[in-house]
């Protein structure tokens, strides 16, 4: 088992990304409500990070019932919350180092659901130290949503937390799993189960408004337009980024033209096989040796 070193400064930009999304998360959590605009609440998160000294890790996202997760609004989105089960996961980086957390805010009276994916991270957290295996978390995550009565999403996973990537190993399951990987102190992860009432498995939807850069070194296109938005996209580094964040002269086919150059792959939709309900829960931990240091609570 390695020992993982942050120097003391790493640390504390870990802890301020924190500290801003758990302002954002609470200020954002008021704006979702029946009838309020979805794209004029992404884009409050995203502002608000800025404002706060953050950045965003990744486009806000605003995933309804059965859909778990990778929604973010387009530009001409005009849709707004109805009586839903709404996860709201943000994202915020501080020269790179990562917070990332959900919650889920029920417009849709299925208040048990929700408890269950916060019971499941809270049970996990409670595992958490150098030392355990990943498979151990997941036992926890889904022994806690059993016990409400739900499934757990068993394709979707936790993640390690790099500075730049957002989803960097080990994965952290929400089921046990045969092998795992043995945590190591200094880590730094995020766990989030998702619960719902339905198979307990996603599959890719036919749409999506997020993308990130296959490398950070892009050889650029010769089409002027296209290497103009590439280089507007190398300031996310690998970083999810949202097709709203840009504009210009047929950007739709623009963006098109990089997913077929391999330059940049989207993220499709998540959504439960059988469009049944989801919730979510997630923080971010640093590692310790008996324990974790939660940065998003």
Known sequence: MINICHTSEEIEKYRRAGKILVEVRKQAAKKITVGASVLETAVFVEDLTRDLGGAPAFPCNLSRDADAAHYTPGADDTSVFGEEMVKLDIGVHVDGYIADSAITIDLSDHQELVEASKAALKSAIGVVRAGVDTSEIGAAIEKTIHEFGYKPISNLTGHGLLRYQTHAPPGIPNIPTRSGTVL???????????????????????????????????????????????????????????????????????FRQLVKSGHIEYYPILREVTGALVSQAEHTMIVTEDGCEVTTR
């Open 184 to 254: 190591c102190e200094g880590q730094v992860i995020a766990i989030e189960p998702f619960a719902t009432d339905g198979d307990g498995k996603v599959k890719n939807a036919s749409s999506w408004e997020i993308y990130h850069l296959t490398t950070e070194n892009p050889v650029l296109p010769r089409i002027p337009r296209v290497r103009k938005l590439l280089r507007e996209m190398m300031e996310y580094k690998t970083l999810p980024f949202a097709k709203r964040w840009f504009s210009g002269d047929k950007i739709d086919f623009t």
